[in-house]
């Protein structure tokens, strides 16, 4: 059984990051709870500059505070996934998108990584007195509404979007219950720092 941990970006992950970000590409995978990776494949030092700023952003209309993750296989030391998690909510954010965004690289996918990587992000928003979770995804992605199903989410909403031209899904997760009822599943899986 792989264990995961979480990882803070840093310069020395700059390769290892863009090689994440282009195995989307070459898969026609969507990118997801990467905190802007994919804009900054050029400028990876830039981005870094980017999620210290994400952190100290005050809550706004326009934007809100977030912290941005590797999700990193300790075994190899490789990143198979990413996770963003914005730390307060606006509006927009409340009817869709959430406090959590997440990934797992398409060659690594199937493997369970995604329901750790939600757990490691529960225990963040933990850390940072998020008691409920929103967090929403596409009626036609069951990958994702599966990882939340798994960590104890509740369907709160659906609704169809035009912008998108699907139908999202609202679900909440009550952070403290996930993190204790899936601690002896998930929680033996993860590394903690």
């Given amino acids: 059984m792989d264990k995961l941990k979480f990882e803070i970006p840093t310069l020395q992950r700059k390769e290892d990051a863009i090689e994440y970000i282009n195995e989307f590409y070459k898969y026609d995978s969507k990118i997801n709870g990467a905190g802007g990776l994919n804009k900054y494949l050029d400028s990876y030092e ?94 036609d992605n069951p990958a994702s509404y599966k990882t939340m199903l798994a960590l104890g989410a509740q369907l709160k909403s659906e609704f169809f979007s035009e912008e998108d031209n699907c139908i999202v899904q609202n679900y909440t997760i009550n952070v403290n219950k996930s993190i204790n009822e899936y601690k002896d599943v998930y929680g033996k899986r993860i590394v903690l720092k």
């Fill in 46 to 139: 830039d981005w870094i500059v980017k999620l210290d700023q994400d952190y100290k952003t005050i809550a706004s209309e326009k934007r809100v505070p977030a912290k941005t993750f590797f999700l990193v296989r300790e075994s190899d030391n490789k990143i198979v996934g990413m996770i963003n998690i914005r730390l307060a909510l606006n509006e927009r954010l409340k009817k869709r998108g959430g406090h959590i965004g997440y990934s797992i690289r398409p060659t690594e996918r199937k493997k369970g990584y995604n329901k750790v990587n939600l757990y490691l992000g529960l225990l963040e928003c933990q850390k940072n007195e998020i008691r409920e979770v929103l967090m929403s995804c596409y009626k």
